[in-house]
Each structure stands twice: as C-alpha cells, then as structure tokens.
T-cell receptor, first 115, second 116 residues
Framework: AQSVTQPDIHITVSEGASLELRCNYSYGATPYLFWYVQSPGQGLQLLLK????DTLVQGIKGFEAEFKRSQSSFNLRKPSVHWSDAAEYFCAVGPNAGNNRKLIWGLGTSLAVNP | EAGVAQSPRYKIIEKRQSVAFWCNPI?????LYWYQQILGQGPKLLIQ????????DSQLPKDRFSAERLKGVDSTLKIQPAKLEDSAVYLC??????????????FGPGTRLTVT
C-alpha cells in the first residue's frame, strides 16, 4: 500500500540549532516527492520538490532535502532554524505519470522553536 | 502572478445547514483540487478536476458534498446538509500540467468551517 510516514509528530528546537524532519514513503515506483509548510491559519506552501537528478534539492527559506532511494526517505533539513520556521511540515509523494495526480500525504510534523 | 484565491476565509454554521466555498485557481492552471484538512491531520483529497471534468472524486461524500467547475476555471464546493464532523479547513489547490511531467500543487489560504 502507498503511504507516507512522518515519524515525529512534534519537534522542538532552539533558534539557531539545526533541524532534520524525517519522511519515509512506501510507493510502487520512484515517486515525485514534496515538502510543504503550513503556518498557523494559512494554506500550504511548497518548500521544495524532487523529480529526478541530483538527490539533494534546495528549496525556499534555506531548506534542503535529500532523496535516498535505498532508504525510501526524503528528509528535510535546515542548518540554522529561525523563530519564523515554527509551523506544520508535511511530506507528500505523488505519481510520476498519469492524469490522476493524487498526492499521498504524511500526517505532518509540528515544529516549535524556542528563543 | 496571483495565487489561488478562496472565499470565505471563515464560516460558522449550524448542523443541517448548507454552505458553499469558492475557489479561483492560478490563471492557466488546468487542474484544480479540493481538500479537507481536519485539525491535526494531513490534507485529504475530496475531488480533482482537470479542466471542467472530474478526474477523482472517490473520497467525496456524495450524499452531502458536491462540487463543480463549469467553465474550467473557478470552482465551488457545497455541503448540504452539514454535519458536526465536517468542521475542518477546506483547501483549494491548482496545478499547471494536464499530463506528463512533474505537477506541483499550489494552495489557497483555505476556508475554516465550524459546524455547531
């Protein structure tokens, strides 16, 4: 069955510390991979995506993610967290072919940032 | 480039009442999605349109939910009658490609529905 697992429901880090949010997926073929961020009361904003090529992808707001095929993982990282990064983070995977582009979503990781 | 627009942003209704949400996707985007996001969960796809045709509505509770995208541009989602468990944020998203290639989705701000 297709699924996305974000093992950490909630993470708290100190401002300036590094961050890694985990995402593991189960999918029949190599999917397209996405990370979205949702600030309180806001819609979802695309942080970054992986389609093919270099397995380390750069996104907005200083985030990056690494696709590891052998581990079926797409972990999100940031070297130094800012207080404004406090939000909900969602990993999603989708098919790389066909017209039905349904994304499979993780349940999200809530990030809190201590001053 | 204007983003995905949604209205209203907030709505409070009593159970058994009806409600409608509106979405205007990014100009030129062929595919439009409606999601339901219950607090503490990820988005759940309700319906996906490609132009004005339905691609996937397998998770739409068709006894009470309906959606249309008559001219292949903006869309409305309706709930009639509403139940308490419909309290959620309703997100609209759009994407550009119809077939082939990557297809990231762009989201609107959402409509927060509270059913009392």
């Amino acid at each position: 069955a297709q699924s996305v697992t974000q093992p950490d429901i909630h993470i708290t880090v100190s401002e300036g510390a590094s961050l890694e949010l985990r995402c593991n997926y189960s999918y029949g073929a190599t999917p397209y991979l996405f990370w979205y961020v949702q600030s309180p009361g806001q819609g979802l904003q695309l942080l970054l995506k992986y389609f093919s090529g270099d397995t380390l992808v750069q996104g907005i707001k200083g985030f990056e993610a690494e696709f590891k095929r052998s581990q079926s993982s797409f972990n999100l990282r940031k070297p130094s967290v800012h207080w404004s990064d406090a939000a909900e983070y969602f990993c999603a995977v989708g098919p790389n072919a066909g017209n039905n582009r349904k994304l499979i979503w993780g349940l999200g990781t809530s990030l809190a940032v201590n001053p | 480039e204007a983003g995905v627009a949604q209205s209203p942003r907030y709505k409070i209704i009593e159970k058994r009442q009806s409600v409608a949400f509106w979405c205007n996707p990014i100009s030129g985007h062929a595919t439009l999605y409606w999601y339901q996001q219950i607090l503490g969960q990820g988005p759940k796809l309700l319906i996906q349109f490609q132009n004005n045709g339905v691609v996937d509505d397998s998770q739409l509770p068709k006894d009470r939910f309906s959606a249309e995208r008559l001219k292949g541009v903006d869309s409305t989602l309706k709930i009639q009658p509403a139940k308490l468990e419909d309290s959620a944020v309703y997100l609209c998203a759009s994407s550009q490609r119809v077939g082939g290639g990557p297809n990231e989705q762009y989201f609107g701000p959402g409509t927060r529905l509270t059913v009392t």
